[in-house]
Nanobody, 119 residues
Framework: QVQLVESGGGLVQAGGSLRLSCVASGRTFSRYYMGWFRQVPGKERESVAN????????VYVDSVKGRFTISRDNAKNMVYLQMNSLKPEDTAVYYC????????????WGQGTQVTVSS
């Protein structure tokens, strides 16, 4: 079992920055691929970024490439999402998630943190 807790959301003006953090419980954090997702009411949840177990491989949705950076610290059981040059369309609830293998279901989810970008 892995429990995930996000933090760092808030209200920011367009062009600003936020860093989201997600802490995982347990001693097996390094065995999981980690991802950040976002969801706007009435829309499907969207994958924003994900990172390999070691942190050496990252994948981003096109709309955030060059603006967002995902990273992890396995010693601290943490995964981060640095968000720069934020746009109003980045407004959403952001979730972190964990899965055991590429292509498997995202098994564990946090409760989400709200990010609101004002124009």
């Amino acid at each position: 079992q892995v429990q995930l807790v996000e933090s760092g959301g808030g209200l920011v003006q367009a062009g600003g920055s936020l860093r989201l953090s997600c802490v995982a419980s347990g001693r097996t954090f390094s065995r999981y691929y980690m991802g950040w997702f976002r969801q706007v009411p009435g829309k499907e949840r969207e994958s924003v970024a994900n990172i390999s177990k070691s942190g050496d491989t990252t994948v981003y949705v096109d709309s955030v490439k060059g603006r967002f950076t995902i990273s992890r610290d396995n010693a601290k059981n943490m995964v981060y999402l640095q968000m720069n040059s934020l746009k109003p369309e980045d407004t959403a609830v952001y979730y972190c998630a964990a899965r055991a293998a590429v292509g498997s279901l995202w098994t564990y989810w946090g409760q989400g943190t709200q990010v609101t970008v004002s124009s």
